[in-house]
T-cell receptor, first 115, second 114 residues
Framework: AQKVTQAQTEISVVEKEDVTLDCVYETRDTTYYLFWYKQPPSGELVFLIRRNSFDEQNEISGRYSWNFQKSTSSFNFTITASQVVDSAVYFCALSSNNAGNMLTFGGGTRLMVKP | KAGVTQTPRYLIKTRGQQVTLSCSPISGHRSVSWYQQTPGQGLQFLFEYFSETQRNKGNFPGRFSGRQFSNSRSEMNVSTLELGDSALYLC?????????????FGPGTRLTVL
């Protein structure tokens, strides 16, 4: 069985602070994919990143960066210099070759960025 | 490219009724997945359709069913609605190749069961 845990249910920061959202996953599959999605108040899930289990390189995209560590089964997401527009619920998700396109989501982390 | 569209956006039904939700994937995408989002259970996978065939199914009762048409549009049906079916239903499309592709989500249909 697959499982994704986002221990932080809610985080509040002041604008321009850096913030890291944690994600820990469990899977028995050796080939798997990890995702991050953003859900603003409108409800639509916005794709942010996909990372496969064989690629442990960290990735940076503007103010966003991701740290994938297989040794600790973690795929953390950092927002640098947060902005009010970053306020949303962020979901980490997992899929594997044995599960096809089925995504297993974590419980989500609600990020509130205050001006 | 137009994104994933879902209709209707909002729906109010009463217990015992049935409901049909519609999803149009991104042009060229052949895989459509459905998810239910509730405050208590979070995001849960319902099923996935690919080339008009159900390829994967989550752990939901048989009241939840779906289908996919030759143009990749998909519908989801819930029969004998229960109060607990109140949720945001999200549809996602992807263009699967050899690897698991990213899924693009629609805005969702918010179903309220009274």
């Amino acid at each position: 069985a697959q499982k994704v845990t986002q221990a932080q249910t809610e985080i509040s920061v002041v604008e321009k602070e850096d913030v890291t959202l944690d994600c820990v996953y469990e899977t028995r599959d050796t080939t798997y994919y990890l995702f991050w999605y953003k859900q603003p108040p409108s409800g639509e899930l916005v794709f942010l990143i996909r990372r496969n289990s064989f690629d442990e390189q960290n990735e940076i995209s503007g103010r966003y960066s991701w740290n994938f560590q297989k040794s600790t089964s973690s795929f953390n997401f950092t927002i640098t210099a947060s902005q009010v527009v970053d306020s949303a619920v962020y979901f980490c998700a997992l899929s594997s070759n044995n599960a096809g396109n089925m995504l297993t989501f974590g419980g989500g982390t609600r990020l509130m960025v205050k001006p | 490219k137009a994104g994933v569209t879902q209709t209707p956006r909002y729906l109010i039904k009463t217990r015992g009724q049935q409901v049909t939700l519609s999803c149009s994937p991104i042009s060229g995408h052949r895989s459509v997945s459905w998810y239910q989002q509730t405050p208590g259970q979070g995001l849960q996978f319902l099923f996935e359709y690919f080339s008009e065939t159900q390829r994967n199914k989550g752990n939901f009762p048989g009241r939840f069913s779906g289908r996919q048409f030759s143009n990749s549009r998909s519908e989801m049906n819930v029969s004998t609605l229960e109060l607990g079916d109140s949720a945001l239903y999200l549809c996602a499309s992807s263009s699967p190749g050899l690897a698991i592709a990213e899924q693009f989500f629609g805005p969702g249909t918010r179903l309220t069961v009274l």
